[in-house]
């Protein structure tokens, strides 16, 4: 199967900056898209940035100009750095792996667990 993990998630105060890391790991013949979404307590998740094979991205547009995400193909990394960091960025932030885990398989989403960032005013 596949796994997906991110790591670098933490507590910052407000102007302050993070970069989170995501990973996929497994049975993987090519990432399509590898997206970030975050949720934070009451409110539905939401998508934050994303990135296809090719290095096209797209951004939510309250993150435009502050986030930059970027992947390593080589590696099946995914970052996001996250820069200017405002109370209202504080959520989970989950990382998803669209796999295609053979040439004749569909691409496939897969979540990772998780990571909280908290940005403090």
């Known amino acids: 199967q596949v796994q997906v993990a991110e790591s670098g998630g933490g507590s910052v105060q407000a102007g302050g900056s993070l970069r989170l890391s995501c990973a996929a790991s497994?049975?993987?013949?090519?990432?399509?898209?590898m997206n970030w979404y975050r949720q934070s307590p009451g409110r539905e998740r939401e998508f934050v940035a994303g990135?296809?094979?090719?290095?096209?991205?797209k951004y939510a547009d309250g993150v435009k100009g502050r986030f930059t995400v970027s992947r390593d193909n080589t590696k099946k990394m995914v970052d996001l750095t996250m820069t200017n960091l405002a109370p209202e960025d504080t959520a989970v932030y989950y990382c998803?792996?669209?796999?295609?885990?053979?040439?004749?398989?569909?691409?496939?989403?897969?979540w990772g667990q998780g990571t909280q960032v908290t940005v403090s005013p």
């Open positions: 998803t792996s669209a796999v295609r885990m053979t040439s004749l398989s569909p691409s496939k989403d897969f």
């Open positions: 497994g049975i993987i013949w090519r990432i399509d898209t």
């Open positions: 990135i296809d094979s090719e290095g096209k991205t």
